[in-house]
């Protein structure tokens, strides 16, 4: 049984927002460079970073509360960017901590995957990216 600091404690750490993560299938190199200068500039703004951990820089991460992207006028354009590609298809959004199993998992074109916990599926999404990128050209993955 645990103590009430302890569950205290616990409660204060769900409470903290954690950084959300863009699993890109395609991101304009550009759009990123002209967003992170506007957050140099604007000074009150954290750059959108890539994921150092994460291969060919396909993950990117930004700090920005829902409230700042929704609210902020420099961040307008990366919010319709983000509306607009996330219904398209081409950016899965998701929580960083999350994109780190599928990655332990070292899955390859060839490999069988039961997702017993695919709800909302981002997991199984990004395999699929992970295998698709792995397959040699003319194969199918």
């Known amino acids: 049984m645990l103590s009430w600091k ?8 769900l409470s903290e927002s954690i950084p959300l993560a863009n699993f890109v299938i395609q991101l304009e190199n550009d759009f990123i460079k002209s967003l992170q200068a506007e957050a140099i500039e604007g000074g009150d703004l954290e750059p959108i970073i890539p994921l150092a951990w994460y291969p ?8 920005f509360s829902r409230m700042q992207i929704r609210k902020n006028q420099t961040l307008e354009r990366f919010h319709e960017f983000l509306k607009l590609e996330t219904e398209i298809g081409n950016i899965s959004r998701h929580k960083t901590v999350s994109m780190v199993p599928p990655l332990f998992l070292d899955v390859h074109p060839d490999h069988f995957v039961v997702d017993v ?25």
């Open 6 to 13: 302890c569950l205290e404690k616990h409660y204060l750490l």
């Open 117 to 141: 916990c695919a709800a909302p599926g981002s997991k199984t999404f990004q395999l699929l990216e992970i295998i698709y990128h792995s397959a040699k050209g003319g194969s199918l993955p």
């Open 56 to 63: 060919d820089n396909l993950a990117w991460q930004s700090n």
